[in-house]
């Protein structure tokens, strides 16, 4: 059996453990939330060193994006990553660049979405950058919600050329700064603040990190497509209380819930059975074809 812990600063709420079988061989997998405590992960970090196959880094990342190949590391994201001296640790990001990329022409060809022409936000493309390109690359029409969603500066970005620009001038001090700042840790993650709804209202597919999606989610949500990942069956509820037509996750529902991508990452890792620096692109995807994963597609008004 291989085991992975998700050690994430969100709230200790949305806990969940499952188990499935993969290649021939059961995986545990395990959620641990902190409540926005950066020394409690910390500690469970170091606790469970050594004895389990491979962390995911939930609730923060290690790094935003100013370009395809240009990133800035996030401040408090290193203490985490300093912690786990035997057990490799990833933040998704491998199968953020990867698998959220190949899995808009997964949606497309193996699913008939249609993205050209369509509209579409992305809640913050600077961590998001696969599925951004893979948008673009679709035909899609994308705004960037970075500004509104990390900021509160309900700015609209148009284009990705734009993102990069405002990225490489923010992301030096932004990366700086308190995790807590910059996205809803803890208890944060259950408060709903609908807000910039004319950026929900103008794009049939909203895009990204779902609670971001969700802490300025409108009341009404009729016809929206939504592409996320890490919702429970009661964020799903919430969902098609509000009208969304389909909920779209890039990883498969495991007992009830999908899990994040620092947990695929996680995966991907414990199968390769090397260090994350040594996994390429090319490596993700073909493990993930290999462990037979598609996306989770769901309408929720039948």
Known sequence: MKTIVSISL??????????TEILGETFRIE??????????????IEELDGKVDAFGMGGI?????????KRYIIRDALRLVRAAKITPMVDGGGVKDSWEYRVIEVLHNDYGLQFAGRTALVVQGVSRYGMSLGLLNAGAKVTFGDLAFTLGLPWPIRSIGTLNVVASIVAPVVARLPISMLYPTGAKQDVDQP????????????CGDFLYIKKHMPLDMSGKTLIT????AKDVELLRSRGVACLITTSPEL????????????????????????ISEADYLEIIERMGLKPRVQDLQI
């Open 229 to 232: 990942n890490t919702v429970t």
């Open 195 to 206: 807000k910039f709804p004319r950026l929900y209202a103008g794009n049939e597919f909203i």
């Open 61 to 69: 990342d290690l790094y935003v994006h100013a370009g395809k190949d």
């Open 255 to 278: 007992n009830g819930r999908s899990f994040g991508a620092n947990v695929l990452d996680a995966m991907v890792v414990a199968i390769a059975g090397r260090p994350p620096d040594q």
């Open 31 to 44: 959620r641990r939330g902190t409540d926005g405590d950066l020394q409690r992960a910390v500690s469970l």
């Open 10 to 19: 969100g709230s200790s709420a949305r806990d969940h453990v499952a188990e």
